[in-house]
């Protein structure tokens, strides 16, 4: 898919993964893990969606 080529620091197949474990295995996700994510990797995620944003209005 063009949009995970765009940015390779994302980890796409983690972002999917966290979504299926947030949806449907919430009772067993482990919050440091969680704020992790939150703190870090959503930063970067962020940033490579305004970028792919951008490339696709402009």
Do not use: C, F, N
């Amino acid at each position: 898919m063009v949009v995970k080529a765009h940015d390779p620091e994302v980890w796409w197949q983690d972002v999917a993964g966290i979504g299926t474990i947030l949806g449907h295995e919430y009772q067993t996700a482990d919050s440091l893990i969680i704020w992790k994510a939150v703190t870090h990797d959503l930063p970067i995620l962020e940033r490579a969606l305004v970028a792919i944003r951008a490339s696709l209005d402009g």
